[in-house]
């Protein structure tokens, strides 16, 4: 078995893992960067993605980010356990700083520093700015880097290079190495065999979206019918989660739940999104409603729409549209799929084609134009325009469905990242069952727990960086 000595051995090769990698080489540290991908497909999910970030401008993060965060649903915790949030650090319980809750300073570490992670970025050639988004309703700001994700996995990626560190692909961290420092390194599986890298350990090679046992265990049947959001997202298996739960790390995060995105599940395209149902209707395969499409801004409400669409059966609905709602201005920046829609002249002949029952469909249709009320109609905001006496209702953009031809879109739930995971500090240092920190271990990214209940949208991509940088810098100077 070789082993190969370094100061910081980074697992993961996303925007997290970089952000680490920069972040620790800068401080003078020997880095390694393990990725289970070969080169040509590195960055995990960061590779493919639009990377949008909830900011206002490069210097201040969006308004209500903290509070959207801390405001999720949790669950019931117990009140004489979190009251403990309130208290100083060192006053706090070891049973508080271990719960699975949010860690309110987290959160304030997240505002504080991501502009200055993000000037940061800047210094190695990433470029931002405000970028057509696919959301035609909005409820708070977002920047983007100029070419994606991808552009941080080259432009990171050539930084870290020029700092000295080692690349390490096809190479899957198996398990984390210990001894009286605490964590002394990961025993890996390299393309020539096993293999151990020596040093502090930074974990950021994200959830287990990848992985179908652990989707199985942890979801239930909407395993079945899910899928990574994008090809990336296959490589994230979880053993960086499991490695660490099996030193008795503590978790954060909901583990029932992911971050869902409606897409067509025609396409092999990444995020082929369907974003345009507010302006249309949703039908399951039995040919009916099931839910509220239109409940507000289309960016605040996709991912709980998206988990009714999973619940139907066989995880699927269509969303169907016609003549008026395919000319409302820019629909198509809401329709990122490469697939062809459905195309009907009459609501009966759709039915056929989507195989569905043609009178259920005929007869829901029916029922739906017949709540429309006359109104003023507005794309750009929830405009009120409801339905009356329909159940289930749609809140706003509710127009009959009766100007043919029509167009449908199959719409299925895909699995951007999970969100349950590693506890950590402010210092993205992980936690153990105890509250304690464990020696030599950070973690960062979509691998660590943030959220419960419904995600806090382009916020991703900005805390990996964020917490990315921490840990790295924090693993360099843990040897000093």
Request: glycine share 12%; charged share 20%; with cysteine.
């Amino acid at each position: 078995m070789s082993t190969h000595e370094y100061d910081v051995v980074v697992v993961g090769g996303g925007v997290a893992g970089l952000s680490a990698a920069c972040a620790a080489a800068e401080a003078g540290a020997r880095v390694a960067v393990l990725d289970r991908a070969p080169e040509a497909e590195t960055g995990g999910n960061t590779r493919y993605t639009e990377a949008f970030l909830r900011m206002a401008s490069i210097e201040a993060t969006a308004d209500g980010l903290e509070e959207s965060l801390v405001d999720d649903f949790m669950g019931h915790p117990d009140p004489s356990v979190v009251r403990d949030a309130e208290r100083s650090p060192e006053r706090r319980t070891a049973l508080y700083k271990a719960t699975h809750v949010v860690d309110p300073d987290y959160v304030e570490t997240l505002a504080a520093q991501a502009p200055a992670t993000l000037a940061w970025m800047g210094t190695h050639g990433m470029r931002f700015e405000f970028l057509p988004t696919p959301f035609l309703t909005t409820s708070t700001t977002r920047m983007a880097p100029v070419g994606g994700g991808l552009a941080i996995v080259e432009t990171m990626g050539k930084a870290a290079r020029g700092l000295g560190v080692d690349f390490h692909f096809e190479t899957t961290a198996r398990s984390l190495i210990t001894g009286d420092a605490g964590v002394e390194g990961v025993a890996a599986l390299t393309a020539a065999g096993p293999a151990q890298f020596r040093g502090r350990v930074v974990l950021a090679s994200g959830g287990y979206q990848g992985n179908a046992e652990m989707m199985a265990r942890y979801h239930g049947g909407h395993a079945l019918t899910t899928r990574p959001v994008a090809r990336g997202g296959n490589y994230n298996k979880g053993e960086g989660i499991e490695m660490a739960l099996a030193l008795g790390a503590a978790t954060s995060g909901s583990f029932s739940l992911f971050h869902a995105e409606p897409v067509d599940p025609r396409s092999g395209e990444p995020e082929a999104a369907i974003f345009c149902f507010p302006y249309g209707i949703l039908v399951n395969r039995e040919g009916r409603r099931f839910v509220d499409e239109a409940r507000g801004p289309i960016d605040a409400w996709y991912e709980r729409t998206t988990r009714d669409i999973q619940a139907q059966t066989e995880g699927v609905a269509w969303v169907i549209l016609d003549q008026q709602a395919q000319a409302v201005p820019n629909i198509r920046s809401g329709i990122r799929t490469d697939q062809p829609p459905v195309r009907a002249a009459s609501i009966e002949e759709l039915a056929t084609k989507l195989g569905v029952p043609a009178d259920a469909l005929a007869e829901t249709v029916a029922t739906y134009n017949a709540a429309c009320a006359d109104g003023d109609f507005d794309p750009l905001v929830p405009d009120g325009l409801a339905t009356t006496g329909l159940v289930p209702p749609k809140s706003n953009w509710a127009r009959p469905v009766a100007d043919g031809p029509y167009e449908a879109y199959p719409v299925m739930a895909a699995n951007v990242f999970t969100f349950g995971g590693l506890k950590t500090t402010p210092a993205a240092e992980v936690v153990d069952r105890d509250g304690r920190a464990i020696p030599g271990l950070y973690a960062a990214g979509e691998m660590t727990g943030l959220y419960y209940s419904n995600y806090t949208g382009s916020t991703s991509v900005l805390r990996g960086a964020t917490f990315g940088r921490i840990a790295g810098a924090g693993a360099a100077a843990a040897g000093s």
